[in-house]
C-alpha cells in the first residue's frame, strides 16, 4: 500500500499516556512534510501528562484545547476553586497529571500554552473539534463549552453540519456509543469520532488516523501491542436514532 509524501496525521485523546503516545509515533513515523494534529486531552487519568505536553509543546504541533485542559484552567488560571470544581477535576484525573509534574504547581510556562490552545482547527475540507460542535449554531457561534464538551446533540445529527467539510473529533470514548466495539472509530453524519479510550479498562487503544492516505494506526498500552487498518476496516457508522434512545455513553468523559 503506498503512500502519498505529505500526510495529514490526527491524534485521538492521549490522556497522559507517553509511553503509548512514543509507540503509536514510532508506528506512524511522521516526517518533515507531515503535519501532525491533537485533538486534546493531552492530559489526566494517564501517568505521564506532564511528558506528553512536553512532546507535544516541542515539536510544535498544533493542539486543541480539551474539556481536560478546560478543567485545569478553570482551576489554575480562572480560580474557579470551589471545592466542586477542584474535586471535579481532581476525580476526572488531575490527581495523575499533578504527580506527574511532580510539584504543587503546574509551570506557568504550560498554563500559559494551554491558555492558547484553539477551540477548533478549519482545515478545509476537515474540521478538528474536541467534542464537536452545536448543530443549532454556526461556528462564529460555538461556545467552549459546546466545541469542548457537547456529546448527544452533536452525536445524533440526522444531516451533517457541514455539506463540503469533515468534523473529526474525541472527547467520546467509541466503544461507550450504542453498537460499537472497543477500538473502532465511530461515524456519524459529517463526523468522525477517533477517541478510542487509551485509558480505559475495556478499551487501551490509542488512535493516530493518516487521513490522507485513510490508514488508521493503533496502540494497545495494555497489551504493547500495535496495529495498522485501512480506514475501511476500523470505522462502524453509527444510527443517530440510536444515539437518543441511549444515555448510557454519556457518563464516560
Known sequence: MSATNSRRIIIGDVHGHYQGLMMLMEKIAPNSGDQVYFLGDLIDRGPQ??????????????????NHEEMLLNVMIHQYTSNKAVQSWLYSGGQAT??????????????????????????GDILLAHAGVNPNKS?????????????????????????????????????TLPGMRPGELAQGQGWLDIDTGVYHPRSGWLTGL??????????????????????EKAVSKINPQE??????YKQVS
Request: with cysteine; net charge neutral.
Open 243 to 248: 444515539i437518543k434512545l441511549s444515555g448510557r
Open 98 to 123: 499533578m504527580a506527574s509534574y511532580r510539584s504543587a504547581r503546574i509551570p506557568q510556562e504550560d498554563l500559559d500554552w494551554f491558555s492558547s490552545l484553539p477551540t477548533y482547527l478549519d482545515l
Open 210 to 231: 493518516d487521513i490522507t492516505n485513510k490508514l488508521v494506526y493503533q496502540v494497545n498500552v495494555f497489551k504493547n501491542s500495535t496495529r495498522c487498518l485501512p480506514m
Open 139 to 175: 461556528l462564529s457561534e460555538q461556545t467552549g463549552g459546546d466545541l469542548c464538551w457537547i456529546r448527544e446533540e452533536f452525536h445524533s445529527m440526522e444531516t451533517p453540519y457541514f455539506t463540503n467539510k469533515l468534523i473529526i473529533t474525541g472527547h467520546t470514548i467509541t466503544f
Open 49 to 66: 501528562s506532564a511528558q506528553v505536553v512536553k512532546f507535544v509543546k516541542e515539536n510544535n504541533y498544533p493542539c486543541l484545547l480539551g
